[in-house]
């Protein structure tokens, strides 16, 4: 493949499934220009890497780790700001009271944080969960095996549970 095709490709490509990078980005960086960063770091790393991806996978597979190894060293080398994991709005239209919306706004205010206190790998893996992939794409994604990845969200829901039990009492 020559240079100009191979970089037609990219670009399709990054832009068919740039909402990977903005949600890497938005869940290890607090602020815009951190964010800014690192989405061009991503889209560096990927730009590279390029020629070597053979389609074994799927490319959001692939994307997804050279995405989350990208953000996790960033993130490792600017550890001056918080990362910050937002959970996306529900799908569903809440018909609730004012006061049952609010409850629920502070709950997922909350699980956000406590998201945010993970560990890399942790964090890593729960985004992914959280954007409902299977556990062998997790699995193939982070280059553990599946049942790590069961293992590991078990451990990190009960940890969760925990803590809102901790909260509510």
């Known amino acids: 493949m020559n240079m100009q095709n191979n970089k037609e490709e990219f670009i399709k490509r990054i832009d068919e499934h740039k909402l990977i990078i903005y949600k890497i980005c938005n869940s290890y960086c607090k602020n815009q220009y951190d964010r800014d960063d690192l989405a061009q770091e991503i889209t560096y790393q990927l730009w590279k890497s390029f020629n070597h991806f053979n389609g074994a996978v799927k490319f959001s597979t692939w994307m997804y780790r050279v995405a989350l190894n ?8 600017t550890k ?3 990362a910050i994991i937002k959970l996306a709005e ?4 809440i018909e609730d009271s004012k006061e049952d919306t609010a409850d629920l706004e502070k709950n ?4 956000q944080q406590f998201l945010n206190e993970l560990k890399e790998l942790d964090k890593a893996l729960m985004i992914l969960y959280l954007e409902e992939k299977a556990y062998s794409e997790i699995a193939e994604i982070l280059g553990i095996t599946e049942t ?11 940890k969760l549970k925990q ?3 901790t909260l509510n009492n």
């Open 90 to 93: 529900p799908d569903t239209e």
């Open 70 to 77: 990208v953000a996790i060293t960033f993130y490792r080398k």
């Open 163 to 165: 803590k809102f039990l």
């Open 80 to 82: 001056t700001g918080e």
């Open 148 to 158: 790590n990845v069961a293992t590991r969200i078990s451990r990190v829901k009960d």
């Open 108 to 111: 997922i205010y909350t699980l």
